[in-house]
Nanobody
Framework: VQLQASGGGLVQAGGSLRLSCAGS????????LGWYRQAPGKEREFVGN????????RYSDSVKGRFTISGDNAKNTLYLQMNNLRPEDTAVYYC????????????WGQGTLVTVSS
């Protein structure tokens, strides 16, 4: 599965961006569709994910209430709507697919850079 993330860029604090992650095949066959990020000098961290079977979403505490994950099955695309952005949200954002089972298949997108200026 190839994943193409897009939508990153430079935005002022308090602004919004929407990231997209388009898949080369049906992303909603996977169990979890998620977003992660990696800030300079830091480890990659969980942002949030969507459980395909129910549509339920969960988020890290740092983005809860500001970020929203959604998906469009017809377009085979996952979205991350980011509002009220903060400088500490600056990072490369990655989408991730996690399959079903005890040894799930995992696929990562190539990342898109989000820079939030103060």
């Amino acid at each position: 599965v190839q994943l193409q993330a897009s939508g990153g860029g430079l935005v002022q604090a308090g602004g919004s961006l929407r990231l997209s992650c388009a898949g080369s095949r049906d992303m909603f066959d996977f169990k979890f569709l998620g977003w992660y990020r990696q800030a300079p000098g830091k480890e990659r961290e969980f942002v949030g994910n969507l459980l395909s079977s129910t549509g339920d979403t969960r988020y890290s505490d740092s983005v809860k209430g500001r970020f929203t994950i959604s998906g469009d099955n017809a377009k085979n695309t996952l979205y991350l709507q980011m509002n009220n952005l903060r400088p500490e949200d600056t990072a490369v954002y990655y989408c991730k697919l996690t399959g079903w089972g005890s040894l799930p298949a995992i696929y990562w997108g190539q990342g898109t850079l989000v820079t939030v200026s103060s």
